[in-house]
C-alpha cells in the first residue's frame, strides 16, 4: 500500500533532497505535495490528508510547532516528522507537544527517515540520533506512578504487547490492562505514542 507524504520546509533545495531520498527508499511512498511555511502545510494537511507531513520546525510567517498544533485539528490521523536542523531542548518539546511523532536532525535524515517513517506509520515515537538524550530531564520525575506502574509503562513505551509484559512481570493479562487503565487515567495520556513521549522525558526508557 502507497504512503503518502508532503514535505514542508522553507528550503526548496531541503525539499527536493527528502523527496529525493523518500523515492529512493524500498517503501512505497509517493510525495503527493509541498510547501514552505507552515500556513502551507496546514493548507495541504486540510486539502490532501497525507498519512505523514515531514515538516521543518523553524520557517517563516508559521513555524513548525504551530503548523502542527493546527494540523492536529484540521486532520489528527496525519502522522508528523519533525525534520530540523536544531536540536534545541524548546524546538523538540515544542513539536512534541504539538503532536509530532518523530524529530530527526536534517544532517541524520538519510540515515534515520526510513526508520523515522516505519515508527510513526505504527504509531510510535521515533527520536534522532542524541534526540532523546536531550528530551530525558526535560521535566520532573512522574508522580503517583507506583513502581509497578513504571515497569509497566517501561515496556509499553517499549512497544511491548500486553501478553509480552504479563510474561516478563508474571502477571496477568487483566492485571496488565488494569495498570494500563491506572497509567492512562493518573496521566492523562490514553495512546500509546502519547505514553512512550511521556516515559522518554522521564527517563523511563532511552528508545529511540
Known sequence: MSVSIVIVDDHQMVRD???????????DVEVIGQGANGHDAVELASSLHPDVMLI????????????????????????????????????????????????????SAFDELSHALGDVLNGKVYLGEGIAEIVVGAKSSPCNLTEREMEVLK?????????????????????????????????????VAELTKFAIRHNITTIN
Open 56 to 107: 521543518d520546525v523553524a520557517m517563516p510567517d508559521m513555524n513548525g510547532i504551530d503548523a502542527t498544533l493546527a494540523i492536529r485539528e484540521v486532520d489528527p490521523d496525519v502522522k508528523i516528522i519533525a525534520v530540523s536542523m536544531h536540536s534545541d531542548r524548546n524546538y523538540i518539546n515544542g513539536m512534541l507537544d504539538a503532536g509530532a511523532l518523530a524529530y530527526i536532525r536534517k544532517e
Open 155 to 191: 515496556r509499553i513505551a517499549e512497544g511491548k504487547k500486553t501478553r509480552e509484559i504479563a510474561a516478563e512481570l508474571f502477571l496477568s493479562d487483566k492485571t496488565i490492562e488494569t495498570h494500563r487503565r491506572q497509567i492512562g487515567r493518573k496521566l492523562d495520556l490514553h495512546s
Open 17 to 27: 533532497g527528502l523527496a529525493s531520498l523518500l523515492h529512493g527508499m524500498d517503501t
